[in-house]
């Protein structure tokens, strides 16, 4: 913790203390996990590397971030791959 503020991590710990919080956070988990996934089958934006770290671990596999050269030569010279797997 460094001046004062508590990391998100830091305040759900202390939050799934409270037994009211912790029932309520549970009975919703599905529901974040859809809109999680609905997000991202919607296609209306770019997922960021945290989003899919965290479907990486929902559905226990790694996740493996690489960017190379293209095969052919593109008219930006990069290409970005995401494997999940």
Do not use: C, N
């Amino acid at each position: 913790m460094s001046k004062g503020y508590l990391t998100y991590d830091e305040m759900m710990a202390g939050r799934l203390l409270d037994p009211v919080f912790r029932a309520q956070w549970e009975a919703t988990a599905l529901a974040r996990e859809v809109s999680l996934w609905a997000r991202l089958e919607e296609g209306d934006h770019e997922p960021r590397i945290a989003t899919l770290r965290r479907l990486s671990e929902v559905l226990g596999m790694r996740l493996s971030l690489s960017i190379e050269p293209p095969a052919e030569t593109s008219s930006d010279g990069s290409r970005v791959t995401v494997a999940i797997g």
